[in-house]
């Protein structure tokens, strides 16, 4: 198993500079930033100086303590002495980050090879070269030079640091955060495999999300997938797709990207959600983090905009999803809190002057409807009456929470993205928000395959 990188008691940083502008310095001030950190941080740098008030040795020899990861910074030029160095030190694990190998040239492939050799040889694993680190939230662990990502249940591999990078910063927008985070690099020893076995056991990763681009054991890989798949989702996205994204994989990490029909006919018989673009990617973790899988398929919807319900409609369809059926118990239920102008029909549109009441009663009595399984609640948010941008969004939430949040309750706030009291009110309350048709249709079709997924896998 991996997990020693994750939990690590020494770590030593080689190649840690005062110099802001260096890969070395990033990695340092990322470590040291989290004062809550139980892992010892020793600083290695040829120039001996005071790093951060922390003593600097010339080498990682120097060090007495026992070092369980050694991450490794220096160019790719004088990477050989180090590498001996953590081999006779008897690290546990090593980190390289230095780039330059195998996505360069042959002669950086063949330097590679002879590193993982050396870890053959000794059975001191490495990640590596060619990526950004590691992170562990639950111990406050940013083994890497990017940002440290928002704390949530989702853990994430990535054959790109930078994707691993932008995703941290939807994943705040949208208050879904991270667990662990890998990026392997160009992978010479430890692999996606290795670390998709470990987040499986991992108490703290609910949900698994990989950018990959590449694929070297793909039978061992769909099958790590299918154990997975039965205790947690698993959302990926492909890089790589199109003959121009090959070619850019292919010069990225140094591998040739995997065919992407080949890749979707493999990863269709897993169960895993293999999401067509970044935007879906970001909706699906975000679904996951907060939504509970559906006991059926029938969709109620409520709106105080026929458009936004309209446009709702045609995506369902697209998606086929089922919308269900009002019956006359369902009717007399509702007619009570809506004026007789209201027509008693799936979408019901309960036109503009619906208010944070009328959303209250309504999404509370949908959802404690048997016939309805998924509730839907678009809104635009009107300019007039005097209404709260987040008016609407309370009444919604608060019979969500009345209910006991045992349905998935899809709010559809159409492109109210920028109204801030509405995102604090979300973040408060530890619900989302979907803006647009596609976004909100997209959660309810992954739910629901999901809940497929898992009563097939009840029968088997």
């Known amino acids: 198993m991996v997990s020693f990188f994750f939990y690590p008691k020494t770590i030593a940083v080689i190649g840690a500079t005062n110099n802001p502008k260096k890969f070395g310095n990033a990695v340092t001030v990322n470590l040291l930033n989290n004062k809550n950190l139980k892992s010892q941080v020793f600083l290695v740098s040829h120039k001996g ?84 680190g590691l992170q562990n939230l639950d111990i406050g662990l940013n083994a890497s030079f990017i940002q440290t990502a928002p704390i949530g249940n989702i853990s994430m591999i990535s054959q790109s640091g930078s994707f691993g990078c932008a995703s941290f910063y939807a994943m705040e927008r949208e208050y879904i955060g991270c667990s662990k985070f890998a990026n392997i690099g160009n992978s010479i020893d430890v692999s996606f495999n290795e670390i998709l076995e470990y ?26 997938l299918k154990e997975i798949i039965r205790i947690k989702p698993i959302v990926v996205l492909k890089g790589g797709r199109t003959n121009y994204g090959m070619k850019a994989a292919s010069s ?55 458009g936004s319900s309209v446009l709702f409609s045609d995506k369902a369809e697209g998606f086929n999803l089922s919308m269900a059926e009002f019956s006359d118990e369902f009717k007399a239920k509702i007619s009570p809190y809506l004026i007789p102008l209201v027509k008693l029909v799936n979408p019901l549109d309960m036109i503009g002057g619906a208010n944070e009441s009328t ?12 016939t309805i399984d998924i509730v839907v609640a678009c809104v635009v948010i009107p300019p007039f009456l005097k209404m709260k941008s987040d008016e609407h969004y309370r009444g919604i939430i608060r ?7 045992k349905k998935p309750l899809i709010p559809l706030l159409m492109f109210s993205e920028d109204f801030i009291i509405l995102r604090e009110h979300s973040k408060r309350e530890k619900s989302t928000i979907f803006f647009t048709p596609h976004d909100a249709a997209y959660a309810i079709r992954i739910l629901i395959e999901r809940m497929k997924l898992l009563k097939k896998l009840e029968r088997l």
């Open 199 to 224: 987040f499986k056991t991992d108490q703290n990763t609910r949900i698994i999300s990989i950018y990959m681009e590449t694929i070297e054991s793909g039978k061992e890989f769909v099958k790590i």
């Open 49 to 132: 100086q005071e790093i951060g008030g922390l003593r600097t040795y010339k080498s990682i020899l120097e060090i007495q303590s026992e070092i369980d990861i050694a991450i490794i910074l220096v160019p790719a030029k004088v990477i050989d002495d180090v590498i001996d160095q953590c081999l006779k030190k008897k690290v546990k694990g090593i980190i390289i980050i230095t780039a330059g190998f195998g996505e360069i040239d042959e002669e950086g492939k063949k330097k590679e090879q002879e590193i993982a050799l050396k870890s053959d040889n000794t059975g001191i694993r490495i990640i590596g070269p060619n990526c950004v």
């Open 252 to 306: 990225h990490t140094g591998s040739i990207a995997t065919n992407y029909k080949m890749f979707k006919t493999s990863l269709k018989q897993t169960g895993v959600v293999l999401c067509e673009n970044v935007n879906d990617f970001i909706t699906a973790l975000k679904t996951f983090s907060y939504l509970p899988i559906p006991e059926g398929e029938r969709i109620g919807v409520l709106t105080n905009s026929g």
């Open 399 to 405: 019979a969500w929470n009345d209910t006991g949040r």
């Open 359 to 370: 959303y209250y009663n309504i999404t509370k009595i949908m959802l404690e409807e048997p």
